[in-house]
């Protein structure tokens, strides 16, 4: 199946989101969409699985004009879309979601749960997805409810699939079997979509490659012929330097001391075992890891969000174990939360709202129990500047802001304050290469002042772009430990140590 867009213009408002957009999509061939964090990437694609209609200009499916009056619509004429937020219910199984708003029905109209679980693993065979159709939803690993998606789509017989950076939250070892998925889905004659901000992966994995700047298309490529920094150029409209430029390294005094530190899971297993870790005012520490060994309780328990079982944490010389989160932020401790969605930011409220909401208590912000608006909107309007949310007022819901842009957000709050130590998870998941290297020479300059800086990433590109000393954590312990300043460092010592592999 082929589709077309022709002339797609989509309007919110004043805004415009897609302008004039002629795009082709063919089958047996993935189509990589690039473009800078709004650009208009998923306001595309979510006009074309019928969410949004245009404002003007028509779909067309192998030359027929078609009018989607609803996501229906889409499904039907062929077209599925896996979006970037999973829409799966967690205590349903996986054949329950899949089947969900399109039952097969047997004898006496009840759920036919027999014909889906069959149907389920037929998709399975073919492309190689290896999904219980009986797991419950909610138990299974991200990269795998990402294929539950891929199974919806397909047991709805789509014939073009829609990716919107479905590699963010997954492993590197998740991206190659998604990467094995996509292929069998091309070489089956599907038509894909495949949006990302990770240049190689787009390399790796299109057949050819459009870019979208401003709402508008403003280059296609052969990815065979380009190179990273070809794409990064005709996304952003600049050369974009992919190193860090930081002040030779000169750690002062220890800011912040984790001893001894034991974490729980909610079913008491331990996600944090006995674990020591320091941070030296001007130093960056990286936390190397594959997701899931306790980076993520480490950090909540850094920032006052998890309960600690055992262990000291000390910061600036204070003992700061039993610290409510609200007085750490107070002394100095900034953090950027792994997952935007759930503890980021409150969709519904304003940008300028979400910048303060740690903050608003401040005297800069409050006169007693009175919020000095005219204060926090300025405040709010210069922090979107300095990290180039994109948005033409603060006063827009940030849940209509583009999923970089959110991100953009959360790092604006969080660095445009003075503080002494910034804790970040996964700070620039979904950010564009643009801006990617504008916050990480933020970072840099926070480090060369004397910060301290803990950065928790799953990309090793920004751990060694960045850190002074990587740590990786393995089973909730550190495992080993790396001089980032070292030119010789071994990506292979850290990829082993990251596998729990003992050197
Ligand atoms: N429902 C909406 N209401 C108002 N504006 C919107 C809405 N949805 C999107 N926009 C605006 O449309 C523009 C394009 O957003 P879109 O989400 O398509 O960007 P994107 O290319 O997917 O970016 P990202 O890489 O950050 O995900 C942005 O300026 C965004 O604020
Ligand atoms: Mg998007």
């Known amino acids: 199946m082929d589709v077309e867009l022709r002339g797609i213009t989509k309007r919110f408002g004043p805004i415009t989101a897609n302008r004039n957009v002629n795009l082709t999509i063919r089958a047996g061939e993935v189509l990589g969409l690039l473009g800078e964090n709004g650009a208009g990437k998923s306001t595309l694609m979510t006009v074309l699985c019928g969410l949004y209609s245009p404002s003007e200009g028509e779909i067309l499916i192998d030359g027929k004009p078609v009018r989607f009056a609803g996501p229906g619509d889409a499904i039907a004429a062929g077209i599925g879309m896996v979006h970037q937020h999973f829409m799966l219910i967690p205590v349903f199984s996986v054949a329950e979601n899949v089947v969900l708003g399109v039952e097969p029905?047997?004898?006496?109209?009840?759920?036919?749960?027999?014909?889906?679980r069959a149907q389920v693993r037929s998709i399975n065979e073919t492309y190689g997805l290896e999904v219980d159709p009986d797991a419950l939803v909610g138990d299974l690993p991200v990269g795998l409810q990402q294929r539950v998606e891929i199974i919806k789509v397909l047991f709805r017989s789509a014939e073009l699939v829609i990716f919107d950076e479905p590699t963010a939250v997954l492993t590197p070892q998740e991206v190659e079997d998604f990467f094995k998925i996509v292929r069998s889905l091309r070489?089956?004659?599907?038509?894909?979509?495949?949006i990302t901000h990770k240049l190689n992966e787009i390399l790796e994995i299109a057949d050819r490659i459009s870019v979208l700047r401003a709402g508008e298309i403003v280059g296609e490529g052969d990815p065979k012929a380009l190179s990273e920094a070809d794409l990064a150029e005709?996304?952003?409209?600049?050369?974009?330097?992919?190193?860090v430029a930081k002040a030779p390294f000169a750690p002062g005094e220890v800011l912040l001391e984790v001893d001894d530190l034991t974490v729980l899971r909610d079913d008491d297993s331990l996600a944090v075992d006995r674990l020591d870790l320091q941070v030296h005012r001007g130093e960056i520490v990286g936390i190397a890891g594959v997701q899931g060994n306790g980076q993520t309780a480490l950090v909540e328990a850094l920032t006052g969000l998890a309960r600690i079982?055992?262990?000291?944490?000390?910061?600036?010389?204070?003992?700061?174990?039993?610290?409510?989160?609200?007085?750490?932020?107070?002394?100095?401790?900034?953090?950027?939360?792994?997952?935007?969605q759930r503890t980021g930011l409150i969709p519904a409220f304003t940008i300028a709202e979400n910048m303060v909401?740690?903050?608003?208590?401040?005297?800069?912000f409050s006169a007693g129990p009175v919020i000095r608006w005219d204060a926090v909107n300025r405040a709010a309007a210069r922090a979107s500047i300095d990290f180039d949310v994109r948005t033409d007022s603060v006063f827009n819901a940030v849940g209509t802001l583009s999923g970089g842009n959110q991100q953009k957000v959360i790092i604006a709050r969080e660095m445009s304050r003075d503080t002494q130590l910034l804790i970040a998870a996964q700070p620039t998941?979904?950010?564009?290469?643009g801006s990617i290297e504008y916050i990480h020479r933020?970072?840099?300059?926070?480090?060369?002042?004397?910060d301290g800086v803990l950065i928790v990433s799953s990309e090793l590109d920004e751990i060694l772009a960045l850190s002074d000393r990587i740590v990786v954590m393995f089973r909730g312990r550190i495992v080993a430990e790396f001089d980032g300043n070292d030119p010789g460092i071994s990506r292979k010592a850290i990829g082993l140590a990251m596998a729990g592999a003992t050197a």
């Not at 005709?234 to 190193?243: A, D, L, Y």
């Not at 909401?357 to 800069?364: A, F, I, K, M, S």
């Not at 933020?442 to 004397?450: L, T």
């Open 105 to 116: 029905t047997g004898r006496l109209d009840r759920l036919d749960l027999v014909t889906a």
């Open 442 to 450: 933020r970072i840099a300059e926070a480090r060369d002042e004397g």
């Open 234 to 243: 005709m996304m952003v409209g600049r050369p974009v330097s992919f190193t």
């Open 187 to 194: 070489d089956d004659g599907k038509a894909i979509v495949f």
């Open 429 to 433: 998941r979904g950010i564009d290469v």
């Open 357 to 364: 909401l740690d903050t608003y208590y401040d005297e800069r």
């Open 309 to 340: 079982a055992g262990g000291t944490l000390r910061f600036a010389g204070g003992d700061i174990t039993r610290a409510s989160t609200r007085e750490r932020h107070r002394l100095g401790i900034a953090h950027i939360p792994e997952d935007r």
